[in-house]
């Protein structure tokens, strides 16, 4: 029987990841710098939760939260800070940042690990487009940290120094599937499945009978679009369709579009961002609808956390980003795993 490789913990396999585990202490070292010249306040969140977070495709683990008088109340793991930072905004705080141990099930890759840290900072009274500049600033913070003049992974460069190009999902659409996205949405919420499956094909993405709009809309991003970005230079892939972001707020512009971004390098999708939707009957709406959805893929459903939707009514106007923390440490130190990069990886 052929030997499997060592764990984590034999000298050897250590030996090998230290560099980069070193690499990734240095970047917390300039992260926490970064933020601290900014005027921005460190938080610790609760790890345990009523709600996970209402999102259809993301999976918690749960537990038993049990009290002295031994009754027994479900909790979760968080796969996000997020709702526990937008209490902080409205109980007064303006500009917040975690490093959050966070927990997702059913994940588990090169750049996906069950338990991972979510660097997640917030700026309230300002827009999300100050985000864009932050992320800009952190990739070359990155980049020193690590002593790299360039980002590789899996064969696909990204200069960390060069300003990030802008692009729109629409124009993403357009560009890498001749996919004119937004003639398949409607200015209240609704979709076109056929035209949008139709398109698809036409573009050499397979699509199933049963697949939802948004199913075949993932199928596009992930097939045909995400290999382009990140090349060259880091991409901002910004203005999502609504019904793919079900925290952000609509633009001004267009209802068919939010205000959410995501921050690619090499091709590795590195952050998500929103302009922060404050309303709680919409928010509520929403997280009803997907968790719907969930229950129709999946046989489950998770509460919905009302004390956070009472914060949302008195929330400031905000933006807020949830980078990945070990992802940018593999580009940051060179590493071809996440693993490499988590000082005591899941067994």
């Not at 993301?58 to 049990?66: E, G, I, N, Q, Y």
């Not at 009754?71 to 500009?95: I, N």
């Not at 404050?278 to 509520?284: A, I, K, L, M, Y």
């Not at 070990?326 to 990069?341: H, K, N, P, Y």
Request: with cysteine; charged share 25%.
């Amino acid at each position: 029987m052929t030997p499997g490789p060592s764990p984590w913990w034999h000298p050897l396999a250590h030996q090998d990841r230290r560099p980069f585990l070193l690499g990734r202490s240095r970047l917390l070292e300039g992260l926490r710098a970064f933020f601290a010249v900014r005027d921005f306040t460190e938080v610790e969140t609760a790890i345990l939760q009523v709600s996970p977070g209402n999102e259809t495709h993301l999976h918690a683990f749960a537990t038993d939260l049990v009290d002295a008088d031994l009754s027994v109340h479900r909790r979760y793991l968080h796969t996000s800070p997020e709702f526990a930072c937008k209490k902080l905004l409205a109980a007064g705080e303006q500009r917040i940042f975690t490093f959050a141990k966070v927990f997702r099930n059913r994940e588990r890759t090169g750049t996906h690990h069950p338990e991972f840290t979510m660097l997640e900072w917030y700026r309230a009274g300002e827009p999300y487009q100050a985000l864009m500049a932050d992320c800009a600033r952190l990739l070359a913070l990155a980049a020193e940290t690590g002593q790299r003049r360039r980002f590789s992974w899996r064969g696909v460069e990204t200069d960390p120094f060069a300003e990030p190009e802008r692009l729109s999902v629409a124009e993403a659409f357009e560009r890498f599937a001749g996919i004119d996205l937004l003639a398949t949405l409607d200015t209240d919420g609704a979709s076109d499945r056929d035209a949008l499956a139709a398109a698809a094909q036409a573009a050499g993405v397979r699509v199933a009978e049963d697949d939802t709009w948004s199913d075949i809309y993932s199928g596009v991003l992930v097939q045909t679009i995400e290999p382009h970005l990140g090349q060259g230079q880091a991409t901002i892939l910004y203005e999502y369709p609504s019904v793919e972001a079900a925290l952000a707020r609509r633009t001004a512009h267009d209802p068919r579009v939010s205000e959410r971004f995501e921050l690619y390098a090499c091709g590795v999708e590195l952050a998500n961002a929103f302009g922060e939707l404050t309303d709680p009957v919409e928010q509520r709406r929403r997280f009803e609808a997907e968790m719907d959805e969930k229950q129709r893929i999946y046989g489950e459903r998770y509460p919905i956390d009302e004390e956070f939707l009472a914060a949302l009514a008195i929330m400031p106007e905000a933006s807020g980003i949830a980078l990945g923390l070990d992802r940018l440490a593999m580009l940051a130190t060179g590493a071809s795993r996440i693993e490499q990069v988590i000082w005591t990886p899941v067994s």
